[in-house]
């Protein structure tokens, strides 16, 4: 098992930036960011191996960036020029599984709770 902790989440105007946080109580080979916005599925942001090669999807990309530190087990995420449209509720996932590291839910087999993002125009 492996339990992750997002933070960081907060409001945030249109064109500013914040930085969300996800501990975990185990390295995986993989870890991932998702979104999700009520009455949508869940969307990849963000796939991250274990050496740092990082997958994002199109709507962010140029615009966040991820990283991990394994030696404390932390992923992160860097939400720079947001736009109205990043509202959204963020989770950090991981995987011991499928070691594929994309945007694909069906790739992580663990959830954070989640952390909300409201961005402002």
């Known amino acids: 098992q492996v339990q992750l902790v997002e933070s960081g989440g907060g409001s945030v105007q249109a064109g500013g930036s914040l930085t969300l946080s996800c501990v975990a109580s185990?390295?995986?080979?993989?870890v991932g960011w998702f979104r999700q916005v009520p009455g949508k599925e869940r969307e990849g942001v963000a796939g991250?191996?274990?050496?740092?090669?990082?997958r994002f999807s199109e709507s962010v990309k140029g615009r966040f960036t991820a990283s991990r530190d394994n030696a404390n087990k932390t992923l992160y995420l860097q939400l720079n020029n947001v736009e109205p449209e990043d509202t959204a509720m963020y989770y950090c996932?991981?995987?011991?599984?499928?070691?594929?590291?994309?945007?694909?839910?069906?790739?992580?087999?663990?959830w954070g709770q989640g952390t909300q993002v409201t961005v402002s125009s």
């Open positions: 996932a991981a995987d011991d599984q499928v070691f594929s590291c994309g945007l694909a839910i069906s790739e992580y087999n663990y």
């Open positions: 991250i191996r274990y050496d740092g090669f990082i």
């Open positions: 185990k390295y995986t080979y993989c």
